[in-house]
């Protein structure tokens, strides 16, 4: 199985800077895209962004140019770093991890879910 591990929400006033991170574990064999979606009250979840193992980006239209994601392979991690908060990207922002499992399985994850409150 695989365990995703996330940290870094909070509260920030808007204008600032954030940096959430998820980490995972478990039986891995390989991590093909790692993402993050989000969720805000009364609303459906939605990308926010994804990598690639080979570094290939997405992001959704309403973060282009303010989020930024990346990824350590070697601690399957992935980050993302949000500059320019809106009160608008308050939701549960939650983690999704796509790969493969030892020996050959493939998998889809989520994680807990993280806060993230702007105020204004």
């Known amino acids: 199985q695989v365990q995703l591990v996330e940290s870094g929400g909070g509260l920030v006033q808007a204008g600032g800077s954030l940096r959430l991170s998820c980490a995972a574990s478990?039986?891995?064999?390989?991590?093909?895209?790692m993402g993050w979606y989000r969720q805000a009250p009364g609303k459906q979840r939605e990308l926010v962004a994804a990598?690639?193992?080979?570094?290939?980006?997405n992001y959704g239209d309403s973060v282009k140019g303010r989020f930024t994601i990346s990824r350590d392979n070697a601690k399957n991690t992935v980050y993302l770093h949000m500059n320019s908060l809106k009160p608008e990207d308050t939701a549960v922002y939650y983690c999704?991890?796509?790969?493969?499992?030892?020996?050959?399985?493939?998998?889809?994850?989520w994680g807990q879910g993280t806060q993230v409150t702007v105020s204004s």
């Open positions: 478990g039986s891995i064999f390989s991590i093909n895209r």
């Open positions: 999704n991890v796509m790969g493969t499992l030892r020996p050959r399985a493939d998998f889809v994850s």
């Open positions: 990598i690639t193992s080979g570094g290939s980006t």
